[in-house]
């Protein structure tokens, strides 16, 4: 048993020696300079030419980013000379549109004016108006400026009484106004409010919505509890 | 003749060095890779690259031009 393990000892001793002696042939060895080229090759490329490289990705990656940019600019740009050219076109008809949904007051008083107009001009009685709740004024805040505006919708009820011709007439009127009216419901009766019955005589409730621009925000804080849609 | 000019060393560090310059490389070419796919974000606000519709139905405008026009002064309407 111990011999043989002083055989295989003798043995390694044999290789390993002959191995040393194997490395110290010189045709096994490698040329200093040669190894020395290798790690300072290495040692640039780390310390140099990767972080060239890192930049040059990093910049032409950048490049290709804002020439994405650069696309979107340029449509957004067409876009807005597009709609320039347009709003200088129909410049003139804007002023329409404000008539139609104020922008800068519910204009309350002048929509009840208007209806009271129509009333006469259509021989109507009108029997009565109810809008909605409006902030007409508030010294704290004005809800009707500022670029968060949005349509507010203004309930209105209208209750007049007159012959069939002439509520056709009061209702085409009141249709084709400039300030836009939705109606949602028209209740025809045949007799008036006031429980008189009168020969040809019928009554009509008209139910619908208006709409003005307004901070709805604001509003909430004046109007409290009041919902606006 | 045959015998190799200057200092010789063990092949084990020729095997490192090749080592080295191949793992040196390959660092180069997967930091290249990262940087190509790394998102860059450029600066400009995002409204401005928001799309903007440049379309306006001058068909309602002219609806709304039609329309009876009723200025009402508030002030001396009696």
């Known amino acids: 048993m111990s011999e043989s393990k002083q055989t295989l000892a003798s043995r390694y001793k044999h290789y390993a020696l002959d191995i040393k002696r194997y490395y110290r042939i010189p045709a096994v060895q490698k040329s200093l300079s040669l190894v020395l080229s290798l790690f300072i090759t290495a040692f640039f490329i780390i310390a140099a030419i990767r972080p060239t490289f890192i930049t040059i990705a990093s910049l032409q990656k950048s490049i290709v980013e804002s020439e994405k940019v650069l696309t979107q600019l340029n449509t957004k740009v067409r876009s807005l000379e597009q709609a320039q050219r347009l709003w200088e076109e129909n410049m003139g008809k804007i002023a329409y549109v404000d008539s139609s949904i104020p922008t800068t007051k519910a204009d309350y008083d002048s929509y009840i004016k208007t209806i009271e107009i129509i009333a006469l001009e259509s021989q109507v009685f009108l029997e009565g108006t109810n809008l909605g709740d409006a902030l007409l004024y508030s010294s704290i805040f004005d809800p009707y400026t500022g670029t968060e505006r949005e349509g507010i919708t203004l309930p209105v009820t209208i209750s007049v009484s007159g012959t069939y011709p002439q509520i056709i007439q009061f209702y085409k009127s009141l249709t084709s106004l400039d300030r836009l009216l939705d109606p949602l419901s028209v209740t025809l009766a045949t007799e008036g409010k006031q429980g008189k019955e009168q020969q040809g005589q019928i009554s009509m409730s008209l139910s619908g919505n208006i709409q003005y621009m307004a901070s709805k925000s604001l509003l909430e804080k004046a109007l409290p509890g009041k919902e606006k849609r | ?78």
């Open chain 2, 1 to 78: 003749m045959n015998k190799k000019a200057g200092r010789q060393v063990s092949r084990i560090y020729y095997q490192i060095g090749v080592m080295t310059l191949v793992t040196s490389i390959l660092w180069v070419m997967l930091s290249i890779y990262q940087a190509v796919n790394k998102d860059i974000d450029v600066q400009v606000k995002k409204e401005m690259l928001t799309p903007l519709s440049a379309e306006l139905d001058t068909e309602v405008l002219d609806e709304l031009v039609s329309r009876r026009q009723m200025k009402v002064d508030v002030d001396n309407f009696r």
